[in-house]
């Protein structure tokens, strides 16, 4: 990784530049080796101490972090906190896209989709279909396990279906 340090007002002492190094191991390692470049910038003001510290990762991704405090370890602690949480989210993408990416190579594709069946017709039993009165086609409903009969109305002539309705009444079905 590259590593470049520029002070503002700043003069980059031995110390300085150890203090760096080590906050910024850390990083690389929960990078895996992954970050590519690294900016950092420590400026003074009065009392004021800041860092800045600017990663570039692997695929155009950049985690930046500014600390401030009132020494140069508080300040570069509080950078690198940030990043730190910036590459915790960063690291948990890679893994979430790798999983994505080898579960739909090693997939096994699935069989085209059937083509959905019309539903089949299955012939039950002939009906003949006898003349009788209404009355006569409720006694046959109440006497076999059908649910209905299909019969000639004896007054009209028609043929009907009077079948039992889920309320236990007999329900009646004429042509017009």
């Not at 096994?108 to 086609?137: G, N, Q």
Request: charged share 30%.
């Amino acid at each position: 990784m590259r590593l470049e340090i520029t002070g503002r007002h700043v003069d980059i002492t031995a110390q300085l530049r150890q203090l760096i190094n080590r906050r910024l191991s850390k990083l690389e390692r929960l990078l895996n080796d992954n970050a590519i470049s690294t900016q950092v910038v420590l400026s003074k003001e009065k009392y004021r101490h800041r860092s800045e510290i600017i990663i570039h990762a692997r695929g155009d991704n950049m985690l930046r972090g500014m600390g401030e405090g009132t020494s140069w370890q508080i300040a570069v602690r509080d950078a690198a906190a940030k990043i730190e949480q910036q590459a915790q989210t960063l690291k948990g993408k890679w893994k979430e896209r790798k999983r994505r990416g080898s579960a739909g190579v090693r997939a096994i594709p699935s069989p085209p989709p059937e083509p959905t069946k019309a539903p089949r017709i299955v012939r039950a039993t002939r009906y003949a279909v006898k003349p009788m009165s209404l009355d006569d086609a409720a006694l046959r409903v109440e006497s076999t396990s059908d649910s209905f009969v299909v019969f000639r109305n004896a007054d009209t002539d028609a043929v009907s279906i009077l079948y039992r309705r889920s309320d236990g009444n007999y329900g009646l079905i004429e042509p017009d």
